[in-house]
């Protein structure tokens, strides 16, 4: 809170001197930079003084305490190496046909929007849209059929009369499609208008790319503390995580919101997909990651950083527990799955990658569990609070980045996000396993 | 910007980094010694309750109280540990009441003639070498101005257990200079096989079993425990440079020794103890928070049997009184009360059987456990006194007079049933007549006795007959006090009670 006290009175110190706004732009940057690397260098300080000065470094939890630190930390330079591949100009009859599939369930609000922002996508190939009405009892239909008045042929619409699950509608879409392309996006979603452009040149500069994650955000970001933070969470997901696993090709979550497959990626896969089960059931959500995974096995799927795209989050704390305990059974379930394959034939730092961030979610709770439990043994409240502190300047630092790589906002929340995390959402995992086979439809 | 331009910039950052990291680790690494030293703060404001007039004309102390700790906990489970908020009131009644801290080096010296205790001295120590016998304590020694000893069982440190202060720790902890740390053996607190059965007994008192090689042959056992006592020596040399000469007897009296499986086990440690060490600390009896024998340590105290009080989570006014109760005073008891004096059945001390005090007689009777029982007056300090009882046998089967109590080892007992007595002295526990048994010449149950002991000569009147005079006795300094044996159980009455120093 202090430094944005800081620099909202230096922001009025400039207006009152009458500075550009783009010289007081700099003169932030250049202050937040030297946060951001003070605290980098802190954070590894930090580690290596407690490292070094550890009685106990043969204990389990210390060593993954370290490797836990260590892969953190390394994201940072892979983020920043990350590199968007499709720079070469292409002309405008090489881009390929595209269908944009959209699965709606009363989406009556915001699908015309959605309809509007894909349909005028400033994009060189031909290009239609899908939409698949999942038994909508309220006016989606209409707002559908109104967008098909505006732009005509160019929106095809299958109505399922019952609700059937995401992954129906979407497999629907997949089986009517034609086109070289296919683009996912919620219905909930709205497109930069050069988003499909973008995230299709990817499939034309390397043939082995199976499917393109795009570059999403938070639409309705201050509409309160919520939805800041998750729009801080949006841009490390994708401006942090996904970057470091596109630079080895293995984006393991191509997001419902935004990306895009290569037909002949997808419909071999569609039917396997479809009717895929888990400890004996049907899986009903976390449809996207499941589908990155089939295509993982035999493709590269990356991220496009320049294939934008907003999403609504949810705005009440109840909808977003939902929402994040789905994400979680989900990330178990495909984590398992991914696990099986993700060894072989792919960059060891790639494979070695994955497997520590898939061990966070399980670990994590135990580890902050063991730290907690030392502090009470040995009767130091100061070793937890050292545990948190650093959990937060990790944080703190990612948030950084992103804001001065990617101009991300909100950053300065990132410290309340960090608390609830490790007070709140940490321990849905337990919860989220003991549920796994559980499932609802939809994302609210 | 380009990936060129970008692998620079990074290359670049992560040299400013590890250049910023190398220069400051060092100040690093103190803060977070300071931080870990400082987590327990604590302040002491001498002039709540204290009078200077208090501390005033104090004549110096002959014997030394020792006090014993284990850890000092926040919260968590107790044992034999003390809760800090009671340490701190524990610590600040010693304070309150006059008290200075000396070390055990100090009291040696004293032994030898060479250091004059403080009027009221007082030895603080804490065994096994814990963190939290240091962390939670350290800052309440530092701000009362008092000095502590550890004891290091030293395979702790030598096996990096996280529980125990590591090497590193303990050299921090020998830099504030109001530590002593001394020796507690290397393995000695540890468990191992006795048998097939895979019973278990202690390192230092059990002969180890061992399947393939069966039990331990009484050469290897020894050469195994002087190891231990070396070892314990040679570890705090090596990592501290302490030349240890003073041993906390391991597990209080080397453990359990019902468990273990060979007799001459503890007479073999003791005989390694007072090879290896000055001076070497067991525990005081207790029993259900009572202290039940002296803690105080005089100058002719047995220097390889020094008692020490296990304070545990006493409350510090439990404490208080367990330290008065057994301070140094001259012999002086009056019974019945005369008004205004101190009860002197208040000051009595119940060594096992019953005892029962009203404003005319005090009874000490067995019990249910005890087909015996003993009560004391005074401190084991008394020397030359005189004592004049008036004391009803009943119907026990045999009453005593105890002159000189020093321990059960150690004392001068005068006892006597229906039809005869006896005056014994039992030295390291092997007894002697200084009277063998004579017929009583009364059959009155109710006697009168009167003894007199100066300078190392011990007179006795019994009813009126002189048992014995001006007769030299060995145990040099005592307590005085009453027993009754009878295995159907009975009780000795005593109707008056005077006791008067003849210095």
Request: aromatic content about 12%.
């Amino acid at each position: 809170m202090n430094l944005m006290a800081r620099t909202v009175s230096l922001a009025t110190f400039y207006r009152r001197i009458k500075v550009s706004e783009s010289f007081y732009r700099k003169t932030s940057d250049a202050l937040l930079l030297v946060v951001f690397l003070s605290l980098l260098v802190c954070l590894v300080l930090y580690k290596v003084v407690l490292v070094t000065s550890a009685s106990t470094f043969s204990s389990f939890w210390t060593l993954y305490g370290v490797i836990v630190s260590l892969f953190l930390l390394s994201r940072i330079p892979y983020a920043y190496l990350y590199n968007d591949d499709h720079d070469a100009v292409y002309k405008d009859s090489e881009y390929p046909s595209v269908s944009v599939i959209i699965a709606a369930k009363n989406e009556e609000s915001g699908i015309y929007r959605t309809l509007e922002t894909c349909v005028d996508s400033n994009y060189p190939g031909a290009l239609e849209c899908i939409v698949i009405n999942d038994g909508s009892t309220d006016g989606t239909e209409a707002e559908v059929k109104r967008a098909i008045s505006t732009y005509g042929k160019k929106i095809q619409l299958i109505t399922f009369e019952k609700n059937k699950g995401k992954k129906e509608a979407m497999a629907a879409g997949v089986l009517l499609a034609q086109n070289e392309v296919f683009v996912f996006v919620d219905s909930d979603s709205y497109l930069h208008p050069e988003g499909i452009r973008h995230i299709t040149e990817h499939f034309l500069s390397d043939p082995k790319i199976g499917a393109v994650s795009g570059n999403t955000k938070v639409e309705n970001k201050n509409a309160n503390l919520l939805t800041r933070m998750q729009s801080i969470q949006y841009a490390i997901s994708f401006d942090v995580y996904k970057a470091c696993e596109s630079v080895y090709h293995s984006v393991t979550c191509c997001p419902g919101c935004f990306s895009a497959y290569r037909r002949e990626t997808i419909k071999p896969l569609i039917e396997e997909w479809k009717s895929q089960e888990f400890l004996g059931i049907k899986g009903t959500f976390g449809d996207d990651r499941s589908l990155t995974n089939f295509v993982l096995r035999s493709w590269d799927v990356v991220y496009c950083e320049k294939a934008r795209a907003t999403t609504i989050v949810p705005e009440k704390f109840r909808v977003y527990w939902k929402q994040q305990l789905r994400w979680k059974k989900s990330w178990i379930r495909e984590g398992v799955l991914a696990g099986l394959f993700m060894w072989k034939g792919r960059h060891p730092l790639a494979s070695l990658g994955f497997y520590i961030h898939f061990s966070f979610p399980f670990l994590g709770p135990v580890l902050a569990l063991n730290v907690l439990a030392f502090s009470i043994k040995s009767e130091n409240p100061l070793i937890f609070l050292i545990f948190c502190t650093g959990f937060m300047l990790i944080g703190l630092i990612f948030s950084l980045f992103v804001h001065l790589y990617r101009r991300a906002e909100n950053f300065i929340v990132m410290p309340i996000f960090s608390m609830l995390f490790v007070s709140v959402l940490i321990w849905q995992m337990p919860y989220a396993m003991l549920t796994i086979r559980k499932g609802h439809w939809g994302t609210r | 910007m380009s990936l060129q331009k970008r692998k620079l910039v990074l290359i670049g950052v992560l040299a400013l980094i590890v250049c910023m990291v190398a220069l400051l680790f060092t100040p690093g690494t103190r803060l977070l010694k300071t931080v870990n030293s400082h987590s327990y703060q604590y302040s002491y404001f001498p002039w709540r309750g204290i009078k200077a007039s208090e501390v005033q004309n104090r004549q110096e102390a002959v014997a030394v109280p020792i006090l014993m700790y284990h850890g000092v906990r926040v919260k968590g489970e107790l044992g034999t540990n003390t809760t800090r908020e009671n340490f701190i009131k524990q610590m600040e009644m010693l304070k309150r009441e006059g008290y200075e801290t000396i070390s055990v080096h100090e009291y040696d010296l004293f032994r030898e003639g060479t250091f004059i205790l403080p009027p009221k001295p007082v030895i603080i120590t804490f065994d096994d070498g814990r963190k939290d016998s240091y962390y939670t304590v350290d800052e309440i020694l530092r701000k009362l101005g008092f000095k502590a000893t550890i004891f290091i069982a030293t395979n702790k440190p030598n096996e990096n257990d996280p529980f125990f202060l590591s090497w590193d720790e303990l050299k921090d902890v020998q830099k504030t200079k109001r530590w002593e740390i001394e020796a507690h053996g290397q393995h000695s607190h540890d468990e191992v096989v006795v048998d097939e059965k895979g019973l278990k007994g202690r390192y230092l008192t059990s002969r180890i079993f061992d399947q393939a090689t069966g039990l331990e042959s009484v050469d290897d056992f020894e050469k195994r425990v002087r190891l231990d006592y070396e070892n314990g020596i040679k570890d705090l040399q090596d990592h501290l440079g302490i030349n240890s000469r003073y041993y906390a007897v391991p597990l209080n009296d080397y453990g359990n020794v019902e468990d273990s499986n060979y007799d001459k086990a503890l007479g073999f440690n003791k005989e390694l103890t007072k090879q290896y060490f000055r001076l070497a600390f067991i525990e005081a009896l207790d029993e259900n928070r009572r202290v039940l024998e002296t803690f105080y340590n005089y100058k002719d105290s047995d220097p390889f049997g020094l008692k020490r009080l296990e304070v545990k989570n006493m409350t510090d006014e439990d404490l208080k009184f367990a330290l008065n109760k057994y301070s140094p005073r001259k012999p002086d008891v009056v019974f019945p009360v005369v008004q205004g004096e101190d009860d002197p059945s208040s000051n009595m001390q119940q060594l096992y059987g019953n005892f029962v005090a009203s404003p005319t007689e005090l009874v000490i009777s067995t019990s249910a456990t005890s087909t015996a029982a003993r009560a004391l007056f005074g401190d084991r300090g008394w020397q030359n006194y005189t004592l004049q009882a008036q004391v009803t046998r009943g119907d026990a089967r045999e009453a005593s007079i105890v002159l000189y109590y020093l321990d059960e080892d150690n004392l001068v007992l005068l006892d006597w049933d229906e039809h005869s007595i006896q005056l014994t002295e039992r030295i390291d526990g092997q007894n002697t007549n200084i009277v063998d048994r004579t017929p009583l010449t009364t059959n009155d149950s109710n006697v009168l006795v009167s003894a007199t002991i100066k300078d190392g000569k011990i007179s006795v009147l019994f009813d009126g007959v002189q048992l014995v005079s001006d007769h030299t006795i060995h145990v040099s300094r005592g307590a005085a006090g009453f027993g009754v044996w009878d295995p159907n159980g009975g009780e000795v009455k005593v109707t008056s009670l005077l006791i008067k120093s003849t210095e």
